[in-house]
């Protein structure tokens, strides 16, 4: 991209008001939830700080540019030209790519932006379903034994999901 990069916005100057002014409840260390401003999904937006930078995210609607509008609209963000508008951080990266998973191994497929992972009894390999994983949310087939199920992915990995 020729674009300029565009600003990152500062958590500690952004970061508490919308806590304040959302009424966010803080669910785990540095992590803020509450309705999402844009859909009013109940407690599927989230914000955080990471390394000093503001981070959202709403795990239904997974609209960024609309909630940055709302933020902005709520005065809860500047006002900005169109072409010098910061950017806001956002997990929206697919899971895959953020955990390096080869989806050339096989064990693992997409569906749309679901990552559909083959789950395995891990001492005799027997198939036992699936777990689902969206950037929000991990669902396992149901009815599925956990316990003693996983599936190895990549070559020569201590991973297990």
Known sequence: MSQKTSEILSWQEYGPEIIKALNLKQTTKGEWHGPCPECGGTDRFWINEFKGELYTHCRQCHDFTAIKDKLRDARLLP????ENQPKISASIEPYHVRKGIDLNLGECSLSGEQLIVQIKDIITGEERGTQTITNGSKLFSK???KE???TFVGPHTSTLL
Not at 79 to 82: A, G, I, L, T
């Open 79 to 82: 006002e900005w030209p169109p």
């Open 148 to 150: 003693g199920s996983g």
């Open 143 to 145: 009815g599925m034994a």
